[in-house]
């Protein structure tokens, strides 16, 4: 069955510096991943998204992620942190053939951004 | 614009009463799912639906009901059964419910249980 387990419920950092999210997935087969941003009071936006091909993807609001399958990760980066980057962020995984319908998320990383 | 439509916003249930709360798309997709969120609990699975006139039971399905009469419309009925009603209310939906396809989010319902 497919999991996902994201590290840290709240990460913190200064205005400019490097954003990181940590996500690990399960999957007994190639997985597809999916990074959401949820702003408070708000539906979920889709960041980015990994299928097949380059392993490196870019996402919108400068944001990128790399997919490790040695690793079983595919953590969220961004170089210089905005204010406006503070938000909530799932990882998810395809639930392919699982009882999830579609996509099982991570429980979630409520990021801040100190000026 | 194609999108999900959530209503209403906001809503407050006294006890003892269902309640519906209504998630439209245009998008023309197949799979629909109704999430239920919390703090700290990240997203929990209620019901989806990968066709019209067919739906399963998520995690937590106990004290709701849903249809799927119409391609675009997956509506979710809180029922006086759920004992701890008031949370965020998510609605999606995909073009396929399969697993390969990203979901698109509606911008949810906030129910309150007064």
């Known amino acids: 069955a497919q999991s996902v387990t994201q590290l840290g419920s709240h990460v913190s950092v200064s205005e400019g510096a490097l954003v990181l999210l940590r996500c690990n997935y399960s999957s007994s087969v190639p997985p597809y991943l999916f990074w959401y941003v949820q702003y408070p009071n708000q539906g979920l936006q889709l960041l980015l998204k990994?299928?097949?091909?380059?392993?490196l993807v870019k996402g919108i609001n400068g944001f990128e992620a790399e997919f490790k399958k040695s690793e079983t990760s595919f953590h969220l980066t961004k170089p210089s942190a905005h204010m406006s980057d503070a938000a909530e962020y799932f990882c998810a995984v395809s639930d392919y053939g699982g009882s999830q319908g579609n996509l099982i998320f991570g429980k979630g990383t409520k990021l801040s951004v100190k000026p | 614009d194609g999108g999900i439509t959530q209503s209403p916003k906001y809503l407050f249930r006294k006890e003892g009463q269902n309640v519906t709360l209504s998630c439209e798309q245009n998008?023309?997709?197949?799979?629909m799912y109704w999430y239920r969120q919390d703090p700290g609990q990240g997203l929990r699975l209620i019901y989806y639906s990968q066709i019209v006139n067919d739906f399963q039971k998520g995690d937590i399905a106990e004290g709701y009901s849903v249809s799927r009469e119409k391609k675009e419309s997956f509506p979710l009925t809180v029922t006086s059964a759920q004992k701890n009603p008031t949370a965020f209310y998510l609605c999606?939906?995909?073009?396929?419910?399969?697993?390969?396809?990203?979901?698109?989010f509606g911008q949810g319902t906030r129910l309150t249980v007064v």
């Open positions: 999606a939906s995909s073009i396929e419910g399969r697993g390969r396809t990203e979901a698109f």
């Open positions: 998008l023309n997709h197949d799979a």
């Open positions: 990994y299928t097949t091909g380059a392993t």
